[in-house]
């Protein structure tokens, strides 16, 4: 087990996009642990590949309050979004930063596990949109994507000096 690091805005490496995992072994299990080690000890309520730096289309999450209901998504897929919802986001790679997007209310995501098996769910409030801002991590995008540019650059500005003086999280 062990404690990756998180890619901070404005981090190219942020902007990759992910590509398919196509093997299902020992390795990946591994590296699953620690994403959820990872997300629970920083913590956050999901975690995407690309922001340890691994460009592969795997995130991890868990919405309960109770913090006890890890899922694995791999190679997930939206299959449906209907709906509109708005609320307060953050970001482990945005640290400090909330700000209202719009996502789809309710959506359909085909995915596999850990062990390569397809899952199918659907989802909605909270799940939905943690669900969707991982997704966007794997195509390199960012929820600062969703403000106006003013906004971003000043967050951009800030999180920068904050890195030069050492006082980022
Ligand atoms: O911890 C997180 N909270 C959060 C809140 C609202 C919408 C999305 C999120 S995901 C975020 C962790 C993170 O950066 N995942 O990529
Ligand atoms: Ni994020």
Avoid: W
């Amino acid at each position: 087990m062990a404690l990756l690091n998180i890619l901070h805005f404005p981090d190219p490496k942020l902007r990759r996009v992910a590509r398919p995992v196509t093997l299902f072994n020992s390795k990946l299990k591994n590296f699953v642990s620690d994403m959820f080690e990872t997300m629970y000890e920083a913590p956050g309520i999901g975690l995407a590949a690309t922001q340890v730096d691994r460009h592969i289309r795997l995130l991890v999450m868990d919405v309960s309050g109770e913090r006890n209901a890890p899922r694995c998504l791999i190679n997930p897929e939206l299959l449906q979004a209907d709906g509109e919802e708005e609320s307060d986001e953050g970001c482990l790679s945005v640290p400090g930063f909330y700000e209202s997007v719009t996502r789809a209310e309710h959506i359909r995501v085909r995915a596999m596990d850990e062990a390569g098996e397809i899952i199918e769910f659907e989802a909605s409030g909270m799940e939905a949109a943690c669900i969707q801002h991982e997704m966007d991590h794997l195509e390199g995008k960012l929820f600062v994507d969703y403000l106006s540019k003013l906004k971003r650059d000043r967050i951009r500005k800030k999180l920068v000096k904050q890195k030069k003086q050492g006082t980022l999280s």
